[in-house]
């Protein structure tokens, strides 16, 4: 069980397995602890940066890759460009309301 619902396949495809291992260099998980601070940083925005209604799918790859940075592995550091694509708002309204502790409408500013 997992609040990335959208992420809890339960079971590996196989063929995808063997495209995506023979094109990576490595695979992270995160936990659901990670994905909720993190959908509650972005909900925030910081340093100017707007806020980010984001979905505990969508924030998987950016946990992962800040993970990464901090912790030095793949050699990533300030210079290091990645791409990250978070292709999940606030999906499940309730639960994105209880995790950020404000609905998405509030996050983006909209009466």
């Not at 790859?61 to 793949?74: E, F, H, P, V």
């Not at 708002?89 to 309301?97: I, K, R, V």
Request: hydrophobic content about 50%; overall charge negative.
């Amino acid at each position: 069980d997992t609040v990335m619902a959208g992420l809890a396949a339960g079971e590996v495809s196989l063929l995808a397995w063997d495209i995506l291992w023979a094109g990576c260099d490595a695979f992270a998980t995160v936990g659901d602890d990670v994905a909720r601070d993190l959908m509650r940083t972005l909900a925030l925005g910081c340093d100017g940066d707007a806020p980010v209604v984001a979905g505990e799918s969508a924030v998987a790859g950016l946990a992962a890759a800040i993970d990464a940075r901090q912790g030095g592995a793949l050699g990533l550091d300030g210079d290091s460009r990645l791409l990250v694509i978070g292709s999940e708002g606030a999906t499940d309204p309730l639960l994105y309301s209880d995790i950020v502790g404000r609905s998405a409408d509030q996050v983006r500013g909209a009466s």
